[in-house]
């Protein structure tokens, strides 16, 4: 398991003290998230190309003199111990609270995170982003989000049907763009934002994409230099939809017209059903934490457990935004048949889906 640590830092707690990603000679590595969260790493972090990776959609020029919400570099090499192990201690200081719990460190400044060591620091950034984003209007969720003729359809994500064949369907329509097949933001002022970043395929999606598991064709070529994973053998890939879709068929924005959540079920047929809007908001919740990568997770219970990230407010500000996102919206619920395979199950979720808006 990755370990973590989050620590409230040993820099001076000043807050117009400069962040790690904005002292160094060499410019930063500058990501802006919807307007929603801005993100520097620093350019000497081991970790800065697999950022420019999981968060190409929103690599940006380093505003003039700005600051960024979440600056991530190597940061201090203060330990901390503690009675119970040099993986689990906590500190008060007068700049904040000290935490450790692994080879991750967060401080937080204000409205500002800095994030440094040499642990996992590009799914560690993720809650930093929601509780950003989420205290300026947007949530993060997790899900499939398409632009149907210019109308935004979010799928929360689920645990049976296949992503890569619900996502192949969709696209086959002619109006229809892949907004993010993992995350997205939904706005409190009723925009869906994608988020298109890698997507991993595995082998038994080969018969949705396959032009990306043949060798020999540009898109296969351009597969297999992204990258090919799962303990070293050629079991899947990792691809950027817009190094293999056409400019039309990727949105970054559109309102929100539709919310289909699908719900495996032992019943021989297809139901449409509706939701209540609390209900829906709960279980979108609930599928954020449930699906958070475990270093993701850990950090946001570390960050809570020192207090720099209050889970009452946080969860609280994110089910005010989704209440507000799904004003005029009717939420609903694919009932699908368990027993159905994934193809089949994936086409009948994307006509219906469609046939919402």
Same mark, same amino acid.
């Given at each position: 398991?990755?370990?973590?640590?989050?620590?409230?830092?040993?820099?001076?707690?000043?807050e117009?003290?400069?962040?790690?990603?904005?002292?160094?000679?060499?410019?930063?590595?500058?990501?802006?998230?919807?307007?929603?969260?801005?993100?520097?790493?620093e350019?000497?972090?081991?970790?800065?190309?697999?950022?420019?990776?999981?968060?190409?959609?929103?690599?940006?020029?380093?505003?003039?003199?700005?600051?960024?919400?979440?600056?991530?570099?190597?940061?201090?090499?203060?330990?901390?111990?503690?009675?119970?192990?040099?993986?689990?201690?906590?500190?008060?200081t007068?700049?904040?609270?000290?935490?450790?719990?692994?080879?991750?460190?967060?401080?937080?400044?204000?409205?500002?995170?800095?994030?440094?060591?040499?642990?996992?620091?590009?799914?560690?950034?993720?809650?930093?982003?929601?509780?950003?984003?989420? *205290?300026?209007g947007a949530? &993060? %969720? /997790?899900?499939?989000?398409?632009? @149907?003729g210019? +109308?935004? $359809?979010?799928?929360?994500?689920?645990?049976?049907?296949?992503?890569?064949?619900?996502?192949?369907?969709?696209?086959?329509?002619?109006?229809?763009?892949?907004?993010?097949?993992?995350?997205?933001?939904?706005?409190?002022?009723?925009?869906?934002l994608g988020?298109?970043?890698?997507?991993?395929?595995?082998?038994?999606?080969?018969?949705?994409?396959p032009?990306?598991?043949?060798?020999?064709?540009?898109?296969?070529?351009?597969?297999?230099?992204?990258?090919?994973?799962?303990?070293g053998?050629?079991?899947?890939?990792?691809?950027?939809?817009?190094?293999?879709?056409?400019?039309?068929?990727?949105?970054?924005?559109?309102?929100?017209?539709?919310?289909?959540?699908?719900?495996?079920?032992? *019943?021989?047929?297809?139901? &449409? %059903? /509706?939701?209540?809007?609390?209900? @829906?908001?709960r +279980?979108? $919740?609930?599928?954020?934490?449930?699906?958070?990568?475990?270093?993701?997770?850990?950090?946001?219970?570390r960050?809570?457990?020192a207090?720099?990230?209050?889970?009452?407010?946080?969860?609280?500000?994110?089910?005010?935004?989704?209440r507000?996102?799904?004003?005029?919206?009717?939420?609903?619920?694919?009932?699908?048949?368990?027993?159905?395979?994934?193809?089949?199950?994936?086409?009948?979720?994307?006509?219906?889906?469609?046939d919402?808006?």
């Amino acid at each position: 398991m990755t370990e973590l640590h989050a620590l409230a830092s040993a820099r001076p707690s000043n807050e117009d003290t400069p962040s790690t990603a904005t002292t160094g000679t060499a410019r930063p590595t500058w990501f802006d998230i919807h307007g929603y969260a801005t993100v520097a790493v620093e350019s000497n972090t081991p970790a800065e190309h697999l950022f420019r990776e999981k968060l190409l959609p929103f690599h940006a020029a380093p505003p003039s003199g700005a600051r960024p919400d979440i600056a991530v570099g190597l940061g201090s090499s203060v330990r901390l111990r503690a009675h119970g192990g040099p993986r689990d201690a906590l500190r008060i200081t007068d700049g904040g609270v000290d935490a450790l719990a692994g080879r991750v460190h967060v401080r937080r400044v204000g409205d500002r995170f800095d994030l440094s060591g040499r642990g996992e620091l590009v799914t560690a950034v993720l809650p930093l982003v929601d509780a950003v984003a989420a *205290g300026r209007g947007a949530a &993060l %969720v /997790r899900g499939a989000s398409f632009a @149907v003729g210019g +109308r935004g $359809l979010f799928i929360p994500a689920w645990g049976t049907a296949a992503r890569a064949a619900v996502v192949a369907s969709m696209l086959a329509s002619e109006h229809v763009a892949l907004m993010g097949d993992d995350w997205a933001f939904l706005g409190a002022d009723g925009r869906l934002l994608g988020y298109a970043g890698q997507m991993m395929l595995e082998q038994s999606d080969r018969a949705y994409f396959p032009h990306l598991f043949a060798p020999r064709s540009p898109a296969g070529r351009l597969a297999d230099r992204a990258l090919r994973f799962t303990n070293g053998r050629t079991d899947g890939v990792v691809v950027h939809p817009r190094t293999f879709l056409p400019a039309e068929k990727v949105a970054a924005s559109a309102p929100l017209a539709a919310v289909c959540l699908v719900e495996p079920w032992d *019943g021989p047929h297809l139901e &449409l %059903v /509706r939701r209540d809007t609390d209900g @829906v908001v709960r +279980r979108i $919740l609930g599928n954020v934490v449930a699906r958070l990568p475990e270093p993701s997770r850990l950090v946001l219970t570390r960050l809570a457990e020192a207090g720099l990230i209050g889970l009452d407010e946080h969860f609280g500000a994110k089910g005010e935004v989704l209440r507000r996102a799904l004003e005029g919206v009717t939420p609903t619920a694919l009932r699908v048949p368990a027993a159905w395979p994934a193809r089949r199950a994936a086409h009948a979720i994307a006509e219906r889906a469609v046939d919402l808006l």
